[in-house]
């Protein structure tokens, strides 16, 4: 992750820019977002382990092929972690570090555009 204490110049703006697209092109999607509301939904009850694709599959309106798809996408950009055990793979969410990117980027993009 970059420092957000570091001086923000256009092209280190631009580089993270590019370091942060799969986070963007992770939450540009419907399907995906509801798949992180059935992930906060379950945490927010208890389940601190996650869910298996079955269970996801059960709650958003997609096929399984077509969950672990988005699953993927989340996981690449680190909004999703997966846990296997024995022959099922669990998926929560990880949003700690990926807001934690966003804000660093929020942060470079105001002091490029407001330097004061």
């Known amino acids: ?7 923000a110049n256009g092209r280190h703006l631009e580089a993270y820019f ?4 799969p986070l963007f092109i992770a939450l540009g999607d419907e ?11 379950a945490a927010r009850s208890g389940n601190r382990n996650g869910l298996n694709v079955n269970e996801i599959t ?6 399984r092929p077509a969950i672990s798809h988005h699953l993927k996408i989340l996981k690449d ?5 997966v846990r296997e055990s024995g022959t099922s ?22 002091e490029v555009l ?3």
């Open 1 to 7: 992750m970059a420092e957000c204490k570091k001086p």
């Open 18 to 21: 590019h370091e942060c697209m």
């Open 31 to 41: 399907m995906r977002l509801n798949i992180i509301e059935v992930l906060s939904h």
């Open 58 to 63: 059960r709650q958003v309106s997609l096929s």
């Open 77 to 81: 950009s680190g909004l999703v972690q």
């Open 89 to 110: 793979n669990y998926y929560r969410l990880t949003l700690r570090e990926s807001t934690q990117r966003l804000m660093a980027l929020g942060y470079m993009v105001e």
């Open 114 to 116: 407001d330097p004061e």
